[in-house]
C-alpha cells in the first residue's frame, strides 16, 4: 500500500509558541486513521497545516501528498489540492455555510470554480445530498443554512466536502457538536462514503468510543508531539505509552458502578509551558529521573523512555 | 471624522434610550418620502420658475401667490425649495455612496493584501483621520475651485478612510467565520471569497454607517455651500439659500430660516432612520428600548 499522505518532523509555530513539535504521520489510502488527544494537543493545528489553512502559523518540516511537498507548495498550486483533492470538514456545522446563501450553491461551488456546469454540478450536489441520506435533496438545495438541523448541516457539509471526489477527507471533529444520535448517523456516512471510494479519512476526535469502532488506525497526540501509534486493535488491548493507558483507564464503562470515574491527575501540558523532557512527566506514574530532562524519541510505536529501553 | 456620524445615535448611546414609538418610525419614514419626492419630482412640482428673477417682488411676506414669499432677488422661495431638495439630497447621496464603495474596496484589498497593502492603506487612512474632516474638506474643496462638483469629492475624500476602517473590521470578522475557512478549503480563489462571501456578510453595519452619514453630509455640504465653498449663488441649494437670504432675515425670515429648517429636518430624519435600521439589524438593542 502506498502512502497517500506523509508528514514528517512537523513544526508548527504561533509567534514564540510551538504548537506543534516534530511531528510524524503516514496516510494510506483507502485508510481510516484517527487523531486523538485533548483540547490543544495539537491536532487540528497538524490538520489545517496541510491545507495551511492559518496564515499566521510558521510550518518547518514536510508535508508530502503523493510525493508533492505541500508546504512549500505556491499557493497557487495549492488551489488545485484544496476541495479537489483534499477534502475538510469542521467541527461546527452552524458556521460551515454562508448565511445568505442557498447551499446547494455551496455544495456545487468546487465544483464550480472548476469549471463544471452549472446544471451538471447542481445534478452532483442533488446526488451528494441524496448520498447523505438527505431526504428530499432537489428541494434542499434551494433551502438557507438557517432552515436545516445541525444533523442536516453537518451532512451537507460533508457533501461539499466530497463533492469533487477527493482522495483524502480531513474531518476535524465532525461528530463533537452533534446529539449522539446524530453522531453515529454522520459516523457511519462518512465511513460508507470513504469505504465506496477508497478515501483515506484523517479523523481528529478526543472521543475514543468512535475511535474503537470506526478507525483502522490511532495516533495519540500530547502536547504537539506524537505519543503512541498502532492499529486500533493492538493499541485498545495493549496500549505502551503511560498516557494511552491514563486515556483508557478513564474512558468510563458501564457496570462499574457509581464512583468509578478516574481521572489523570494534573492538567494537560500547554503548547506555552511545556514542560522539558517528556511533556507528559510530571503527570505521569511511572516516570524516571530522565523522563524529566530528555525528549524521548518516537521508535517502533511509542515515544516512551521506559517503552524503548526493553526493547533494546 | 466622528462629527459624521450620527448625533442622535451619539446622545442616545449614552443616555438612557427613549422608548421608540410605532409612530415615530412611520413619521421618519414618511418625512424621508417626502424629501425623496421633492428631489424626484420637485421641478415639476414648482409653482413659479425657481430662477426667474423680478426685483418688484424682492422680500416678499408669504401670500396666496407666493406661499413662502420671495427672496432678495424676488424669487419664488417655494419653488426653489422643492427644486433645491435635487442638489442638496442627491449631491449627500452621491458623496455617501461614492464613499461607502471606496471605502469597501480599501479595505478589501487591506484585508487580502497582505502585510504591506494594510500597512499602506490604513496608515494612509489614519493620516486622512487625523485631520478635522471638515477642514480637510474645505482645503480640498478650495484647492479644486468652487463648485458642487468640488465640494462632492472633497467630502468624499474625508469621509472615505472612517468606512474603510470600519469595513476593514468587519471583513477582518467575517474572514474568521467557519463558512470562509470552508470556502478556502474548497480551493475558492481570493477575490470570489471576497465577493461572494465576505463582503455580502460584512455589509450590514457598513450600509446602517451609510445611511446615519447622510444626514451630516447634507449638513457639511449645505455649509460648504454656506459659506461658499459649494454650491454657487444662483443655484437653488438648501446651504446656499440660507447664505444669500440670511442677509435680509430681519426684513424676510421665510427665505433664511426655511432651507436651514429643511436642513435639519433632513439630518434628523436620516440619522432616526439609520438608528431603526440598527434596531432592525440587532434585535438585542430594542431591549435597551424599553
Not at chain 1, 86 to 96: A, C, H, R, T, W
Not at chain 2, 135 to 157: D, E, N, P, Q, R
Not at chain 2, 209 to 228: D, E, H, P, R
Request: hydrophobic share 50%; glycine share 8%; proline share 6%.
Amino acid at each position: 500500500m502506498s502512502a497517500l499522505l506523509e508528514i514528517r518532523d512537523l513544526t508548527v509555530d504561533a509567534g514564540d509558541v510551538r504548537l506543534v513539535d516534530g511531528m510524524n504521520l503516514t496516510l494510506r489510502r483507502g485508510e481510516f486513521l484517527a487523531l486523538v488527544g485533548e483540547s490543544g494537543s495539537g491536532k487540528s493545528v497538524t490538520a489545517r497545516a496541510i491545507t495551511r489553512l492559518d496564515r499566521r502559523t510558521r510550518l518547518a518540516g514536510s508535508i508530502r501528498m503523493d510525493g508533492a511537498e505541500l508546504l512549500t507548495m505556491p499557493e497557487s498550486e495549492l488551489r488545485a489540492y484544496r476541495g479537489a483533492r483534499i477534502g475538510m470538514v469542521f467541527q461546527d456545522p452552524l458556521s460551515s455555510f454562508n448565511p445568505v446563501q442557498p447551499i446547494g450553491r455551496q455544495i456545487a461551488e468546487p465544483l464550480l470554480i472548476r469549471g463544471v456546469g452549472r446544471a451538471a454540478a447542481r445534478k452532483k450536489a442533488e446526488e451528494m445530498l441524496g448520498e447523505m441520506g438527505i431526504t428530499r435533496p432537489g428541494e434542499r438545495l434551494t433551502a438557507y443554512p438557517h432552515e436545516l438541523s445541525g444533523g442536516m448541516r453537518q451532512r451537507a457539509a460533508i457533501a461539499m466536502a466530497l463533492i469533487a471526489e477527493p482522495e483524502l477527507l480531513i474531518a476535524d471533529e465532525p461528530t463533537t457538536a452533534l446529539d449522539v444520535r446524530m453522531q453515529a448517523k454522520v459516523l457511519k456516512l462518512i465511513r460508507e462514503a470513504a469505504t465506496a471510494r477508497h478515501l483515506a479519512v484523517l479523523f481528529i476526535t478526543h472521543d475514543l468510543g468512535i475511535v474503537a469502532g470506526n478507525a483502522d488506525r490511532v495516533c495519540v497526540m500530547y502536547s504537539g508531539r506524537p505519543v503512541e501509534e498502532n492499529d486500533v486493535r493492538t493499541l485498545f488491548r495493549a496500549p505502551v505509552h503511560p498516557y494511552t493507558r491514563d486515556l483508557l483507564a478513564a474512558v468510563p464503562r458501564l457496570g462499574r458502578g457509581v464512583g468509578s470515574l478516574t481521572a489523570i491527575p494534573g492538567v494537560a501540558a500547554t503548547p506555552a509551558n511545556r514542560p522539558a523532557g517528556c511533556a507528559y512527566h510530571p503527570r505521569c506514574a511511572v516516570a524516571v529521573q530522565r523522563c524529566a530532562t530528555q525528549v524521548p524519541a518516537f521508535e517502533a510505536r511509542a515515544a516512551c523512555h521506559l517503552v524503548e529501553v526493553p526493547a533494546r | 471624522m466622528t462629527a459624521l456620524t450620527s448625533p442622535i445615535t451619539r446622545l442616545t448611546r449614552f443616555t438612557r434610550r427613549p422608548a421608540r414609538r410605532p409612530w415615530l418610525d412611520h413619521l421618519v419614514l414618511a418625512v424621508i418620502g417626502l424629501l425623496v419626492l421633492a428631489a424626484i419630482f420637485g421641478p415639476l412640482l414648482a409653482p413659479h420658475d425657481p430662477y426667474r428673477s423680478d426685483p418688484s417682488l424682492r422680500l416678499l411676506g408669504p401670500s396666496s401667490q407666493f406661499w413662502l414669499g420671495t427672496d432678495e432677488e424676488g424669487r419664488d422661495v417655494l419653488s426653489r425649495l422643492l427644486v433645491g431638495a435635487r442638489p442638496t439630497l442627491l449631491s449627500a447621496l452621491v458623496v455617501v455612496l461614492v464613499s461607502t464603495a471606496l471605502g469597501l474596496l480599501v479595505a478589501s484589498v487591506a484585508a487580502l493584501g497582505g502585510r504591506w497593502a494594510d500597512e499602506i492603506l490604513m496608515r494612509t487612512c489614519d493620516i486622512l483621520l487625523s485631520l478635522p474632516g471638515l477642514m480637510l474638506a474645505l482645503a480640498v474643496a478650495t484647492a479644486l475651485g468652487s463648485g458642487l462638483t468640488g465640494a462632492i469629492i472633497a467630502l468624499v475624500v474625508a469621509m472615505f478612510p472612517a468606512t474603510a476602517r470600519l469595513a476593514r473590521g468587519t471583513i477582518l470578522r467575517t474572514l474568521t467565520t467557519g463558512y470562509v475557512e470552508a470556502a478556502k478549503v474548497m480551493g475558492t480563489s481570493r477575490v470570489t471569497l471576497m465577493l461572494r462571501h465576505v463582503l455580502p456578510n460584512s455589509l450590514d453595519e457598513v450600509l446602517i454607517n451609510a445611511t446615519l452619514q447622510i444626514g451630516g453630509v447634507t449638513l457639511i455640504l449645505s455649509g460648504l455651500s454656506f459659506i461658499g465653498v459649494g454650491a454657487q449663488p444662483p443655484s437653488a441649494e438648501w446651504g446656499a439659500m440660507a447664505s444669500t437670504a440670511a442677509r435680509y432675515v430681519t426684513v424676510n425670515w421665510p427665505a433664511a430660516i426655511l432651507p436651514g429648517l429643511l436642513i435639519t429636518i433632513s439630518v434628523v430624519a436620516f440619522g432616526l432612520l439609520g438608528d431603526m435600521l440598527q434596531v432592525r439589524r440587532d434585535p438585542t438593542l430594542r431591549k435597551g428600548l424599553r
